[in-house]
């Protein structure tokens, strides 16, 4: 097949090309063995580009010579690296042969545009080769697992009488972030454990991704009092030195509405108290996870009765150079005032966006509360 399309080409578009030794050991490369994805998408690209190089020099109305910007975008996309090489050899060729047959048809810019082109395909190839996909599978596979991590932070269904809402969102519209949430439903009793990784948007995500699988299969699988220093010893022995992570981990016992909150360096727990009607910022306290090899924590024990709220933050919501954080948890729970009067379920998004509108940071927020 390809030595039909081969002889296909004028004659003198062949004798160009022999004298090219990269197309001429592509070509032997191609016609050796079977033909294997890559060589079939190589052919097409290489057949579209000379009957593009061929076309312009006919007629440039029908196919300018800026159409082979196409096809490297084409390769940068599907081939591996040394297809790429190739296909931009038979590029600079079929440019040279144009030329040749037309002076005017080759202008600087048209030149400038193919270099700049060739340059971010080449680019996108060697990544793309590095990871080992090709084409828009990458993309896929991290589409794939943004998706994974938001439902992870799902919420499990809550039985009657109780309700909650996750609230997340990333630094500069990033699908990526350093916040990240993970939750378990074992009968009457819950446990939800809200995590924050140092960093944000893209930078912090690539490690929210790992630790939200490695802490969803902690969460439930252990004792609820061991969660976090599990979470603890998993991350001593990873020595990262990227930063570190803070966590709160609260259980919720559903029938009686009984609950216990422990914190790894983790800005505190607030309940709101449906009696007073006042918010009550949790005590509870940690040392930040991954480092030191023996973490202790002090935890707190309370009560949700009916109307209650538990709510549980990151520092993005309340944290901001130069101010102290006591104050940005004062704003965050003046904030929260209007929770009330208009519904947890209705605020708790016009709460984060409020928060978040003077940070660019990841900002999480979760909200359980007794209707």
Sequence with gaps: MLQRLVHLLPPRVRAFLRRIPVLVAFYR???????TRERYVFAALAVLTVILGIGATESRSWTPSGALVLTVLGGGLLLKVRGLVALLALVAAMVGYNAWHDRDAIGLTMIATLVITAVLALTLARTRQQLGVQGLRGDSMLLELRDRLRRQGEMPELPGGWDSQVVMLQ?????????????????????????DVSGKGTDAGTRALMLSGAFGGLLGSIQPDRFLPACNDYLHRQQWDEGFVTAVHVT??????????????????????????????????????????????VPESGLLRSGDALLLYTDGLVESPGRDLDAGIDRLLGEAERL?????RKGARELVETMAAERDDDCALVLIWRT
Excluded at 29 to 35: D, F, I, Q, T
Excluded at 171 to 191: H, I, K, M, Y
Excluded at 340 to 344: E, L, R, S
């Design 29 to 35: 490369w191609l016609r050796r063995g079977k033909l």
């Design 171 to 195: 630094a500069g519209g990033s699908s990526f972030g350093g916040d990240f949430t993970v939750s378990v439903r074992r009968g009457d009793v819950l446990e939800v454990a809200l995590v």
């Design 340 to 344: 009330v009067p208009q519904g947890f």
């Design 252 to 297: 919720i016992d559903l029938s009686t509405g009984e609950y216990t909150v422990e914190s790894a360096g983790h800005p505190p727990a607030v309940q709101f108290d449906a009696g007073s009607g006042t918010w009550q910022v949790s005590p509870a306290k940690g040392v930040v996870l991954g480092v030191v090899p023996d973490m202790r924590s």
